[in-house]
């Protein structure tokens, strides 16, 4: 239980470190999701699930946009979705190494 204490007070100050830019990320998915929604004539709420759905690399596929100039938004949301999480997966792996060092110093 301790470790997990730990890892989560690291995780904490990591995201509280990380937390603009990954405010930023998701501002742009929701532009990008907003964007693609009116060119398609999608409604909003269609729009942002796509552009989340996309950036976090599940893709159902239910939705898919069929413009070209949608269609390079798409490639857009899904590379800054890839650096959205990237830097989670590595604000993870930081915080547990630092948790691990710190478990066994002691």
């Known amino acids: 239980?301790?470790?997990?204490?730990?890892?989560?007070?690291?995780?904490?100050?990591?995201?509280?470190?990380?937390?603009p830019l990954l405010g930023f990320?998701?501002?742009?998915?929701?532009?990008?999701?907003?964007?693609?929604?009116?060119?398609e004539g999608w409604p909003r709420h269609e729009?942002?699930?796509?552009?989340?759905?996309?950036?976090l690399t599940v893709?159902?596929?239910?939705?898919?946009?069929?413009?070209?100039s949608t269609q390079a938004l798409a490639v857009a949301t899904a590379v800054v979705g890839?650096?959205?999480?990237g830097i989670f997966v590595a604000v993870t792996v930081a915080a547990a190494t630092q948790a691990f060092q710190s478990y066994f110093a002691a």
Do not use: N
């Open 47 to 55: 729009g942002l699930y796509w552009a989340f759905i996309t950036a």
């Open 59 to 68: 893709g159902y596929g239910d939705r898919r946009p069929s413009r070209r």
């Open 1 to 19: 239980m301790e470790f997990t204490v730990t890892f989560l007070q690291y995780f904490g100050k990591a995201m509280l470190l990380s937390y």
């Open 82 to 85: 890839i650096m959205f999480s």
């Open 25 to 39: 990320f998701v501002l742009v998915i929701t532009l990008l999701g907003l964007m693609v929604a009116r060119l």
